[in-house]
């Protein structure tokens, strides 16, 4: 076969990397930071260093035709780095996730990019043009563990995902006003955000290490640790698939796939080479390596006679090749990228190996040669099943707003009438929160028989989402208030005050004191830049983090890390408000674990805003709810 192209690049551990378009910039994550390589000749040169990330850089990919480049970490962030005259400009993602990021990809459309983390869920990460950020939508269930890998389908809206509880699972990452409306295909034709095309076990309950789609999008192809490849041809929606044909091989488990063309799927990892499979729905089959095992001065010292071998370990006390492979990594390829390609074939893909001892070493192999030797492998095929749609959840958009939040001053919202959506968005008449919590007489419990019990949860469940949308209310009439009191607000244009405080970004756990209303001038118009307080906790918790996001941007060029701070706290913020207002009822039915975390959530999100209502009705619900318990 064609003598492969190697690159060594440093003596540390690869994690991911990726090519440009162009083939001219090479992307490689190491350590805490990601180094971009040119081309020069036949080699490829540092030119670049991408410093973003404090902690170990998990994934990178550039997007072939913006050439954006986005890395993600187990610090738990994601950055969007844009090309500038100037070198690459970060952009911070707002994930929401409490775990590490693992894996990053763009989608083939390049308006979104998947994100999988430790902690359970996807993050289908767009751009908003509104508010000039990337934010995330998250696909959750039934994801029980942390997400190894991700693929995306050529319609840019399926994503199929492999994680450590077994699973190959297709999703549906629509997004409305981002994607359009795809083809009706053999994974669905309706397919809202978060539905379930397809659920995939592993025979042997091994983690998934990589899936990806076939170049038609109609076969996915997923390896596991059990040294298995499976490839799932579907039928149709809520059908069994029309063949599940898995190959288990005698070799080490395989750490990633390409396909390249409808047939043939190539697969590399322990075994620190690269194999090929070739089949279709009928069986596939391991059909061999694409290396060569020869080295210079391996030859010869096979041929040797056993004397003159044993007269060389005598005089020498070792002999050769005694610690070097066969291979040309000398460890695990953990990832496999395609390099060149004519259409749906792979004329050539890069390999990295990302444990030590290392090498570093970057592989450029010609698919189409290959060696003569078969090796035989048993074929199973199995019908593994699938899963009905989830419903759609969707959060509501993060309209545009420029505050400058600093002070805390406290004044009451004026009295309203609250009507809020129940959790499952059955609008229903709520009462507002007390203006003390002594006046909180309706006593609580959430123990009882079935239906009873379902009864009381959801009552409890109501007055958690009660308490917290009257918290964030009176949160956003406090700081309208505040701006009022120091007049009206200076031009747009003009420059920041000197001295920049972080504000909103350290908000933490501080208490504020309701007091009552000043009489307010019909003549002075309230300032654009503070959102009115809605009758929607997701859409108040939303204004809260444009204020957030607006007060870090003032604040960046005074405050060290106010971009970061803020980006944790808004994921906060959307993560309680999310758990709050988008809870699940057959969970809450289930036992009385779900609804202590919708009310814990609640006394965090309350003890952020600091609005002291908000906290004691919250400790008034416990006392009333434990009270009930010692009662019974």
Same mark, same amino acid.
């Given at each position: 076969?064609?003598?492969?192209?190697?690159?060594?690049?440093?003596?540390?551990?690869?994690?991911?990397?990726?090519?440009?378009?162009?083939?001219?910039?090479?992307?490689?994550?190491?350590?805490?930071?990601?180094?971009?390589?040119?081309?020069?000749?036949?080699?490829?040169?540092?030119?670049?260093?991408?410093?973003?990330?404090?902690? @170990?850089? =998990?994934? &990178?990919?550039?997007? !072939? +035709? #913006?050439?954006?480049?986005?890395?993600? $970490?187990? /610090?738990?962030? *994601?950055?969007?780095?844009?090309?500038?005259?100037?070198?690459?400009?970060?952009?911070?993602?707002?994930?929401?996730?409490?775990?590490?990021?693992?894996?990053?990809?763009?989608?083939?459309?390049?308006?979104?990019?998947?994100?999988?983390?430790?902690?359970?869920?996807?993050?289908?990460?767009?751009?908003?043009?509104?508010?000039?950020?990337?934010?995330?939508?998250?696909?959750?269930?039934?994801?029980?563990? @942390?997400? =190894?890998? &991700?693929?995306?389908? !050529? +319609? #840019?809206?399926?994503?199929?995902?492999? $994680?450590? /509880?077994?699973? *190959?699972?297709?999703?549906?990452?629509?997004?409305?006003?981002?994607?359009?409306?795809?083809?009706?295909?053999?994974?669905?034709?309706?397919?809202?955000?978060?539905?379930?095309?397809?659920?995939?076990?592993?025979?042997?309950?091994?983690?998934?290490?990589?899936?990806?789609?076939?170049?038609?999008?109609?076969?996915?192809?997923?390896?596991?640790?059990?040294?298995?490849?499976?490839?799932?041809?579907?039928?149709?929606?809520?059908?069994?698939?029309?063949?599940?044909? #898995?190959?288990?091989?005698?070799?080490?488990?395989?750490?990633?796939?390409?396909?390249?063309?409808?047939?043939?799927?190539?697969?590399?990892?322990?075994?620190?080479?690269?194999?090929?499979?070739?089949?279709?729905?009928?069986?596939?089959?391991?059909?061999?390596?694409?290396?060569?095992?020869?080295?210079?001065?391996?030859?010869?010292?096979?041929?040797?006679?056993?004397?003159?071998?044993?007269?060389?370990?005598?005089?020498?006390?070792?002999?050769?090749?005694?610690?070097?492979?066969?291979?040309?990594?000398?460890?695990?390829?953990?990832?496999?990228?395609?390099?060149?390609?004519?259409?749906?074939?792979?004329?050539?893909?890069?390999?990295?190996?990302?444990?030590?001892?290392?090498?570093?070493?970057?592989?450029?192999?010609?698919?189409?040669?290959?060696?003569?030797?078969?090796?035989?492998?048993?074929?199973?095929?199995?019908?593994?099943?699938?899963?009905?749609?989830?419903?759609?959840?969707?959060?509501?958009?993060?309209?545009?707003?420029?505050?400058?939040?600093?002070?805390?001053?406290?004044?009451?919202?004026?009295?309203?009438?609250?009507?809020?959506?129940?959790?499952?968005?059955?609008?229903?008449?709520?009462?507002?929160?007390?203006?003390?919590?002594?006046?909180?007489?309706?006593?609580?419990?959430?123990?009882?028989?079935?239906?009873?019990?379902?009864?009381?949860?959801?009552?409890?469940?109501?007055?958690?989402?009660?308490?917290?949308?009257?918290?964030?209310?009176?949160?956003?009439?406090?700081?309208?208030?505040?701006?009022?009191?120091?007049?009206?607000?200076?031009?747009?244009?003009?420059?920041?005050?000197?001295?920049?405080?972080?504000?909103?970004?350290?908000?933490?756990?501080?208490?504020?004191?309701?007091?009552?209303?000043?009489?307010?001038?019909?003549?002075?118009?309230?300032?654009?830049?503070?959102?009115?307080?809605?009758?929607?906790?997701?859409?108040?918790?939303?204004?809260?983090?444009?204020?957030?996001?607006?007060?870090?941007?003032?604040?960046?060029?005074?405050?060290?890390?106010?971009?970061?701070?803020?980006?944790?706290?808004?994921?906060?913020?959307?993560?309680?408000?999310?758990?709050?207002?988008?809870?699940?009822?057959?969970?809450?039915?289930?036992?009385?674990?779900?609804?202590?975390?919708?009310?814990?959530?609640?006394?965090?999100?309350?003890?952020?805003?600091?609005?002291?209502?908000?906290?004691?009705?919250?400790?008034?619900?416990?006392?009333?709810?434990?009270?009930?318990?010692?009662?019974?």
């Amino acid at each position: 076969m064609t003598a492969p192209e190697v690159h060594h690049l440093f003596h540390r551990p690869i994690a991911d990397h990726s090519f440009s378009a162009d083939r001219q910039t090479l992307a490689v994550a190491k350590d805490s930071t990601v180094e971009l390589y040119g081309r020069v000749g036949n080699a490829f040169k540092l030119k670049d260093e991408l410093k973003g990330h404090d902690k @170990t850089v =998990t994934s &990178v990919d550039i997007a !072939p +035709n #913006s050439g954006r480049i986005v890395t993600c $970490s187990q /610090d738990r962030n *994601a950055l969007v780095w844009e090309p500038s005259p100037t070198g690459y400009k970060p952009t911070l993602v707002l994930l929401r996730i409490a775990r590490a990021a693992t894996f990053v990809r763009w989608s083939p459309s390049e308006t979104k990019f998947a994100v999988g983390s430790g902690d359970r869920v996807i993050a289908i990460c767009y751009f908003e043009e509104e508010n000039d950020w990337w934010v995330s939508k998250h696909l959750k269930k039934p994801i029980r563990s @942390t997400i =190894t890998t &991700v693929s995306w389908h !050529p +319609n #840019s809206v399926l994503l199929a995902a492999g $994680s450590t /509880d077994a699973h *190959a699972r297709v999703f549906s990452s629509f997004v409305k006003g981002v994607d359009a409306r795809p083809d009706p295909s053999v994974w669905g034709e309706r397919l809202p955000f978060n539905t379930v095309c397809g659920e995939f076990l592993n025979s042997s309950a091994g983690w998934v290490h990589s899936v990806a789609f076939s170049p038609s999008g109609d076969a996915l192809a997923f390896a596991a640790h059990d040294s298995s490849i499976t490839i799932v041809y579907p039928t149709g929606p809520e059908q069994p698939p029309r063949a599940v044909v #898995s190959v288990n091989a005698q070799l080490l488990p395989f750490m990633s796939l390409i396909w390249n063309g409808e047939g043939e799927i190539i697969a590399a990892g322990y075994d620190c080479e690269a194999f090929r499979f070739r089949g279709d729905a009928s069986g596939w089959q391991l059909s061999g390596t694409l290396e060569a095992k020869a080295r210079p001065g391996l030859e010869d010292a096979r041929e040797e006679s056993a004397l003159n071998m044993f007269r060389s370990m005598d005089l020498k006390g070792k002999v050769k090749d005694d610690t070097q492979l066969k291979t040309v990594h000398q460890n695990t390829i953990s990832t496999v990228r395609v390099y060149e390609s004519n259409g749906d074939s792979v004329s050539k893909f890069s390999n990295a190996n990302s444990y030590p001892p290392l090498n570093a070493k970057m592989e450029f192999p010609d698919p189409v040669h290959s060696t003569t030797r078969a090796l035989v492998c048993s074929q199973d095929q199995r019908h593994v099943g699938d899963e009905t749609p989830s419903q759609q959840r969707d959060t509501p958009k993060i309209p545009r707003c420029e505050p400058r939040i600093q002070c805390h001053e406290s004044v009451q919202a004026p009295p309203q009438s609250v009507v809020t959506p129940d959790p499952h968005g059955r609008p229903s008449e709520a009462p507002s929160v007390p203006a003390s919590a002594t006046a909180q007489t309706q006593t609580i419990s959430v123990y009882g028989s079935s239906a009873e019990q379902s009864h009381r949860v959801c009552t409890a469940v109501r007055m958690v989402h009660d308490i917290c949308l009257q918290s964030t209310q009176t949160y956003l009439y406090t700081h309208r208030a505040n701006r009022l009191a120091r007049g009206p607000m200076p031009p747009a244009s003009a420059n920041p005050p000197p001295t920049a405080a972080v504000g909103d970004a350290h908000h933490r756990s501080h208490t504020t004191t309701i007091e009552p209303p000043p009489p307010r001038d019909a003549t002075v118009q309230a300032p654009a830049r503070i959102p009115d307080p809605s009758d929607s906790l997701l859409q108040n918790v939303s204004n809260i983090c444009t204020m957030l996001w607006a007060n870090s941007q003032r604040s960046r060029l005074e405050v060290l890390n106010v971009e970061r701070l803020a980006v944790e706290d808004m994921g906060n913020l959307l993560g309680w408000a999310e758990t709050v207002a988008l809870g699940d009822y057959d969970e809450w039915r289930a036992g009385e674990d779900a609804f202590w975390c919708v009310f814990e959530t609640g006394t965090k999100l309350c003890t952020w805003l600091g609005v002291a209502d908000g906290i004691q009705a919250m400790a008034m619900l416990e006392s009333d709810i434990w009270g009930s318990i010692y009662d019974a």
